[in-house]
């Protein structure tokens, strides 16, 4: 719901790409919170956003290798698993 009304605000001028990807870089940087995992991902996201307007198949890179990295366990969840 909150998605396409901010593509509606923005509108399709020019610069409305950008602020797409500033909504989305904002988004996700509040909904990750303090992690190591978290905040590299905020970064490898704002790194790739930019990156797929120069070069898509390095952002699709980096974009899978977040994928892949959220594959592996997190070690506060495997401590609180485990005792």
């Given amino acids: 719901m909150l998605v396409p ?4 605000m923005t509108g ?3 610069g409305a790409c950008r ?3 500033g909504y989305v ?4 940087a509040a909904s990750i919170g303090n992690d190591r995992k978290g905040a590299l991902s905020i970064v490898v996201y704002a790194a790739a956003i930019p990156l797929s307007f120069v070069r ?3 952002a699709f890179a980096c974009y899978v290798m977040v994928a892949v990295m959220w594959l592996l ?3 506060r969840i495997e401590k609180t ?3």
């Fill in 25 to 28: 870089c904002l988004s996700l």
């Fill in 81 to 83: 698993i485990g005792q």
């Fill in 19 to 21: 602020r797409i990807a």
């Fill in 5 to 8: 009304r901010t593509v509606a």
């Fill in 56 to 58: 898509p198949w390095i």
């Fill in 12 to 14: 399709n001028g020019e």
């Fill in 73 to 75: 366990p997190d070690p």
